[in-house]
């Protein structure tokens, strides 16, 4: 199943406490439920005016849906392609 990054421009949103990511999380994990198993929310990094969120989804389609519902931008979404790190550079 593909996976993507959806890039969230949320204004300040590393001054947010964790009651507040909290009640975030607790929406999205809300949608998710909904929407069934086949998509996935893995992980997110939250910067000062970003959010970049890691999810697998079959398609384009439901992370944009998610979003929609949730209630949550969506600015950019981009399919991971590939995956490195420092273990690529190793000869094999």
Known sequence: MPK???????????????????????????????MGPKIQWLQSYVTGDKV???????????VREHAERGGFPANRISEVKN????TTAESR
């Open 4 to 34: 993507y990054i959806i890039e969230r421009d949320i204004p300040n949103v590393g001054t947010l406490t964790q009651q507040e990511l909290q009640g975030i999380s607790q929406k999205s994990c809300g949608v998710l439920r909904e």
């Open 52 to 62: 970049y969120c890691v999810y697998i989804a079959p398609d384009e389609a439901s």
């Open 83 to 86: 995956i490195i790190d420092p």
